[in-house]
């Protein structure tokens, strides 16, 4: 197809295509100029591992361009250490706004001379015999390993039950909502009881939007205990360095939704909270019946699930750091919600449903037989099924901390050491073969 | 999951819990056995006096039986000029959430090695009749309430207690019928 269509089908011009387009080699390639993609390549940098970073876009752009205008990290500035390069910034209790963040990367990038390729997009991967072939926007690259760094919050998460809403209601994705004036007037159902979901809800409320939280089974955690983020108790505990092996029902802890939190010193976000502030909360949008939005009446019971797991997170601190917090510190208000409505009325009542049920990664592009049924990359802590093949930054991948910043330097390091003895392993068979 | 087998060898609950961990991984490995289908007949006596019965079901990838055929009485009580021959329909919805409900405590606190003594449910569901009697649109038909009260005498703190039965409407099937929509058609045959 290219071929017949080519503009440049004889002479010179199609030789100087082929020269400049010629496909390349070299024997890591990263995806993805995120914070992982970046530690990854500080990482093969100090040990003189060939490698090239490719990016779709532009370092950290998913922050720049894909995220809500208010968004802060959940995590304090001191928990960004990434490997070459420890925070060492004027604010380390600020919780940094996420286009500095983009700015923090693209800074971190020049420090540690990561060899990006920008505007980059990756359209393909697949085997090339015993090595990988990558094709992108901007050509070809065979390389022997390759570290999946797009992240596992690529593509928003929208539940089935979308399509069966109403076209009178206005559906907007957390990757496209920015603004509260961008919403089209009217109420706001916002579907999600995770940190996005909450942070929405509670910046509508301010904005004067009349809105409706609909709360499935979530995490509720206080922004500080004893005067100290919660980031430092879960450190110190060892629950952020939790692994994978440690973990009960790791497909299920995989699953479960941000805490509750805003990255705002001493500021709780909760349920209780935002229904004080005049927010509306409700259980799950379960379905929906005569142009009914149904709620799940199981709210009750999942806000006593996770007052008592935030009870027993809260014990665990005590127990683990021994004297530093009295009885007092471990007490809370137990969630108490007025009786939640099971049904709103939609395109009549309701007019905007703003989805905030989470992100999932995409590999649409990864043509390798590394999935499973359901979809989603195997993998035994970020080493994937084909051999070279790594992945970074997914829920729960080795620890707790691999989605965070500040569980980056760790991860990297360990498939660092597994890739290297790959190349290794791959060079040997290669002399032999040849 | 978590387990503990050390003490699991001293606690019975009277639950084989290995058996139900062994299905777990199983039906993980073929969910297409996972698949299940209860079933219930019932045949209109007189009145509001209904006999319906259970014996068979699917699953695991072939019919299944109970050991018996089990028959269930519902009608109305003499309040509503019936003569009272069983349990009202909507009692049996109760009886339904108890039974889910204590069957999965016995089943979680076997798991966390927790002994049980007894473990008593009291539920009420409220209903405004003014429903089903059509005096008011407004009204629905079912339960707008239903309230189920856990006693329990364990070898576990309050804590523990309560954890159990939040675990226990976690993965309850009758709770998730009551709270959640569910599909129902209804045909009539030829």
Redesign the interface.
């Known amino acids: 197809m290219e071929r017949s269509m080519s503009p440049f089908r004889n002479g010179t011009a199609r030789i100087g295509l082929r020269m400049r387009r010629k496909a390349r080699d070299i024997d890591v390639i990263i995806i993805g100029a995120g914070h992982a993609g970046l530690a990854m390549s500080a990482q093969l940098s100090r040990c003189q591992v060939d490698h090239v970073v490719l990016e779709a876009g532009d370092i950290g752009q998913r922050w720049r361009r894909e995220r809500w205008d208010s968004l802060s990290l959940l995590t304090p500035n001191w928990t960004l250490d990434l490997p070459g390069q420890p925070y060492a910034g004027q604010d380390p209790d600020g919780y940094m706004h996420k286009d500095v963040l983009a700015d923090y990367l693209e800074g971190y990038a020049q420090h540690i001379k990561a060899p990006v390729k920008r505007d980059t997009r990756v359209h393909r991967v697949c085997a090339a015999g015993a090595r990988y072939c990558v094709t992108t926007t901007q050509g070809e690259w065979y390389c022997r390993a390759v570290v999946l760094a797009t992240g596992a919050y690529a593509e928003p998460n929208v539940p089935k039950i979308a399509r069966s809403l109403p076209a009178s209601v206005c559906q907007v994705t957390a990757r496209d909502y920015r603004r509260a004036e961008d919403l089209p007037a009217g109420k706001v159902l916002v579907v999600g009881g995770s940190a996005t979901g909450l942070q929405f809800a509670q910046e509508l409320n301010a904005a004067g939007r009349e809105v409706i939280l609909s709360v499935g089974e979530h995490v509720r955690m206080p922004r500080q205990v004893a005067e100290r983020d919660v980031y430092w108790w879960l450190m110190r505990s060892g629950v952020f360095w939790e692994t994978a092996a440690e973990v ?2 790791l497909t299920r802890a995989r699953g479960v939704p941000s805490p509750q939190l805003v990255g705002q010193r001493g500021t709780d976000l909760n349920l209780d909270r935002l229904q004080h502030q005049g927010v509306e909360i409700v ?2 949008f ?2 929906i ?1 005569n142009g009914d939005a ?1 709620f ?3 709210l009750p ?1 999942l806000c ?2 996770a007052d ?1 797991k935030m ?2 997170l809260l014990k665990r601190f005590a127990e683990t750091v021994p004297h530093a917090l009295s009885a007092r510190d471990l007490e809370f208000t137990p969630t108490d919600l007025a009786r939640p409505r099971l049904a709103a009325r939609l395109g009549d009542e309701i007019n905007v449903v703003l989805w905030a049920t989470g992100f999932r990664p995409d590999y649409s592009w990864l043509d390798l037989d590394v999935f499973d049924d359901k979809g989603r990359l195997q993998h035994d802590g970020g080493v994937v099924r084909a051999p070279g093949i790594y992945a970074l930054g997914l829920p729960l991948m080795r620890r707790r901390a691999s989605t965070f910043i500040a569980g980056t330097a760790a991860d990297t390091q360990a498939l660092t050491v597994h890739l290297r003895g790959y190349l290794e392993t791959f060079a040997q068979r290669f002399a032999v073969g040849a | 999951m978590e387990t503990n087998t050390a003490a699991t060898q001293t606690v019975d609950n009277g639950v084989n819990v290995e058996a139900l961990m062994g299905a777990r991984e199983a039906l993980t490995e073929a969910p297409a056995a996972a698949q299940f289908t209860w079933r219930a007949t019932s045949n209109w006596i007189n009145g509001t006096h209904t006999r319906s019965s259970v014996k068979g079901f699917h699953g695991l990838g072939e019919n299944q039986s109970h050991r018996t055929e089990f028959t269930f009485d519902s009608d109305h009580p003499e309040v509503f000029a019936s003569e009272d021959i069983g349990a009202t329909p909507v009692e049996y919805v109760l009886v339904g959430l108890a039974g889910c409900l204590t069957a999965g405590i016995a089943s979680v606190a076997q798991n966390r090695a927790i002994q049980l003594r007894k473990v008593t449910a009291t539920l009420e569901g409220k209903m405004d009749l003014q429903g089903i009697l059509g005096i008011d649109k407004d009204v629905r038909n079912g339960f707008d309430d239903v309230t189920i009260r856990f006693d329990i005498d364990a070898d576990a703190t309050p804590e523990e207690i309560e954890a159990l039965v939040a675990q226990s409407q976690k993965r309850s099937a009758v709770f998730d019928i009551i709270t959640n929509p569910t599909q129902v058609t209804v045909q009539v045959g030829g």
């Open positions: 009960d029902d259980g799950r379960a379905g019946s149904q799940s009446g199981n019971h006593k699930s008592l009870q027993r």
